[in-house]
């Protein structure tokens, strides 16, 4: 919590990043992420969902993750 209060405080302007992106997606976790993906990257060239896994899906389905990285970095 002291870093999302910290990057509050900090008055810095929000900048959207042009850098090479992929998003997951998890079925136990945050759901609407693709708005803000969307809002602050314009280099999203990755998208997945899965239907299983959460907020910490590298030890809920690590399976999946790698799979999903092998596929963006491949």
């Not at 042009?18 to 993906?37: E, H, L, M």
Request: proline share 3%; aromatic share 12%.
């Amino acid at each position: 919590m002291r870093f999302y209060l910290e990057d509050a405080r900090a008055g810095a302007e929000p900048r959207v990043s042009a850098a090479r992106t992929g998003v997951q997606v998890f079925a136990d976790d945050f759901q609407t992420i693709k708005v803000f993906a969307e809002r602050d990257n314009t280099g999203v060239v990755h998208w997945s969902r899965h239907e299983r896994g959460g907020h910490f899906a590298v030890m809920e389905v690590p399976e999946a993750v790698v799979a999903d990285l092998r596929v963006f970095f491949g």
